[in-house]
C-alpha cells in the first residue's frame, strides 16, 4: 500500500489556468508538507499543516492555497499559474511535527506550465 | 551565495569505488540532513546530524559543526546508489529549512 499518495503525477497545463494537485496519506500523520523542486533540483518547503491547521507558510505566492479536509489530505490548488510555476511538487507526512528525518515523501507531482 | 552548498554538482564512478559527497552551510544550525532522491523521483531520508558520525550499512555521514561541513561517503559503490543526494539544513533559532542543491551520482557497472 502507497504510504503517501500525489495525483496526478504528470500535470501539463496553459498559462492563467488554475489546477490542484492532491495528495493522501494513509500513515495516520498528523502533519504534511508541500514541496517544491524547480528544474535546478532546488527542493523548497511550500507549506506544513498539523491536524489541519496552518503552521508553516513560506513565502509562497497567495496564488497557492493548500486545502486539508482531513489529517490525511493536503491538497494545494494553484490559481493563475504561471510559467514559473513549472516544478515538481512534492507532499510529505509524519507524525507530529516531526523533522526531516521522519518525513514521508510523496512520489512528486510534475507541473509544467506552456 | 546559497546558504547550503554541495559539491561535486555531478559525480561519475566505477562500481565499487569509494564515494564522497560535500557539503557546506554558512549559518549556525540545529541539525543537518541527508537525503537521497532517486531518478523516478522518491526522496528518502538517510541521516540526521547533528554532530558526529552516523553509519548505516555502506553510508557514512559526518559533520564538522566547527567547520560547518558535512560529508557524505558510501563505501564499495553500486550502480544502485545512483541517485541525487541532498543536503538539508534546520537553522538554529528559526528553525528554517533550507536545501542544497543536490550532487548527481552516476555509478556506472
Known amino acids: 500500500d502507497t504510504a503517501v499518495s500525489q495525483t496526478p503525477k504528470y500535470l501539463v497545463t496553459q498559462m492563467g489556468n488554475d489546477k490542484s494537485i492532491k495528495c493522501e496519506q494513509n500513515?495516520?500523520?498528523?502533519?504534511m508538507y508541500w514541496y517544491k523542486q524547480d528544474s535546478k533540483k532546488f527542493l523548497k518547503i511550500m507549506f506544513s499543516?498539523?491536524?489541519?491547521?496552518?503552521?508553516i507558510n513560506e513565502t509562497v505566492p497567495n496564488r497557492f492555497s493548500p486545502k486539508s479536509p482531513d489529517k490525511a489530505h493536503l491538497n494545494l490548488h494553484i490559481n493563475s499559474l504561471e510559467l514559473g510555476d513549472s516544478a515538481v511538487y512534492f507532499c510529505?507526512?509524519?507524525?507530529?511535527?516531526?523533522?526531516?528525518?521522519?518525513?514521508?515523501f510523496g512520489p512528486g507531482t510534475r507541473l509544467l506550465v506552456l | 551565495k546559497n546558504e547550503v552548498e554541495q559539491s561535486p554538482q555531478n559525480l561519475t564512478a566505477q562500481e565499487g569505488e569509494f564515494i564522497t559527497i560535500n557539503c557546506s552551510y554558512s549559518?549556525?544550525?540545529?541539525?543537518l540532513h541527508w537525503l537521497q532522491q532517486h531518478p523516478g523521483g522518491g526522496i528518502v531520508s538517510l541521516f540526521m546530524?547533528?554532530?558526529g558520525k552516523k553509519k548505516h550499512g555502506r553510508l557514512i555521514a559526518t559533520i564538522n559543526i566547527q567547520e560547518k561541513h558535512s560529508s557524505l561517503h558510501i563505501t564499495a559503490s553500486h550502480p544502485r546508489d545512483s541517485a541525487v543526494y541532498i543536503c538539508?539544513?534546520?537553522?538554529?533559532?528559526?528553525?528554517?529549512?533550507?536545501f542544497g542543491t543536490g550532487t548527481r551520482l552516476t555509478i556506472i557497472p
Open positions: 499543516y498539523n491536524n489541519k491547521e496552518l503552521i
Open positions: 500513515l495516520g500523520h498528523d502533519t
Open positions: 510529505a507526512s509524519s507524525q507530529n511535527q516531526g523533522g526531516l528525518e521522519t518525513q514521508y
Open positions: 538539508a539544513v534546520r537553522s538554529k533559532g528559526n528553525e528554517k529549512l533550507t
Open positions: 546530524l547533528s554532530s
Open positions: 549559518v549556525g544550525i540545529s541539525a
